[in-house]
């Protein structure tokens, strides 16, 4: 297990063209700042949902303008067998196992029709990537790719290989993150992988500890913000999230969700995307 980012073998990989297999804000987020180093597919399940990543392609690429991003070198389409043009092909869906393993098989019949040497990758957060592996069909040519949100701007990728994934896989997605600007840690794969598996013990203790004290999720955060120096309060960074992504997380590294979450799942509060969870969004 290392920090990989800067190996100098990677430089003399030609350059991949990404094809991303989801268009939420992962998705979109990951494809605006490829922009900045190469050409995207972004492929989305809808018209209505293509027209989202249009618009949210449209935005972060505005904000990473003085970074090279250029949104006219991103492609979003809605028949997924145009992801065959890509390279390097990343699903990057809701945390759903039956859902994900669906898709990546899709995809791995894809890839393995076209007679390509494309890459798969999953932007799992928690899920077993051996068992994803698997499940593509194509395991000597698949890693777990766990990217944080908001892509553009946070440093770190978890990547993890499974047991059958061959040196082409590893030096050619050590040399995407390496062109996005990413610092790369090989992480084990085990649930929740090392951020996930150490943050939400946290995230969930502080909704029974607001809930036990009789606390304003106001105060907790504060608390925590001001008094240990965090960027963002557990409460807040739970909505930030997505409560529905959250309880996803808990279930797959084991742990039990809080009733203060699942009672606003719910009611339909799941955070920032839908406008109120602990706090209310305009």
């Known amino acids: 297990m290392s920090a990989i980012a800067d190996d100098p073998g990677n430089a003399e990989l030609p350059p991949e063209t990404l094809g991303i297999a989801g268009a939420g804000a992962i998705g979109t987020g990951l494809a605006a700042l490829a922009t900045t180093a190469t050409d995207v ?5 809808s018209v209505e949902s293509a027209q989202r990543a249009h618009e949210a392609l449209a935005k972060s690429c505005e904000k990473l303008a003085e970074q090279g991003a250029d949104a006219s070198r991103a492609t979003v389409v809605t028949d997924l067998t145009e992801l065959a043009r890509a390279t390097y092909l990343v699903e990057a869906i809701a945390e759903n196992r039956a859902s994900k393993g669906q898709l990546l098989a899709a995809l791995g019949d894809l890839v393995s029709e076209s007679g390509s040497d494309t890459i798969l990758a999953t932007t799992t957060s928690s899920l077993s990537v051996a068992d994803l592996a698997q499940a593509s069909g194509i395991p000597e040519r698949f890693t777990g790719l766990h990217v ?4 553009p ?3 770190l990728v978890e990547v993890v290989f499974p047991p059958q994934a061959n040196g082409t896989t590893r030096s050619r997605t050590l040399a995407l ?3 996005l600007g990413k610092t790369v840690i090989e992480v084990p794969d085990t649930p929740g992988f090392v951020v996930n598996r150490l943050l939400f013990p946290y995230l969930f203790d502080a909704v029974e500890f607001m809930t036990a004290n009789a606390m304003e999720p106001e105060q907790v955060d504060t608390c ?3 008094g240990a120096g965090l960027p963002m309060g557990p409460l807040a960074l739970l909505d930030f ?3 529905d992504v959250a309880k996803a997380i808990g279930e797959s590294i084991g742990l039990e969700i809080p009733a203060g979450i699942e009672e606003r799942i719910s009611a339909g509060a799941l955070g920032r995307k839908l406008g109120r969870g602990f706090y209310i969004y305009p």
């Open 241 to 243: 999230v997505g409560l």
């Open 224 to 226: 925590m913000t001001l």
């Open 153 to 155: 701007r946070m440093a």
């Open 177 to 179: 993150c390496g062109a």
């Open 41 to 45: 597919i972004v492929w989305a399940r």
């Open 148 to 151: 944080f949100n908001p892509v």
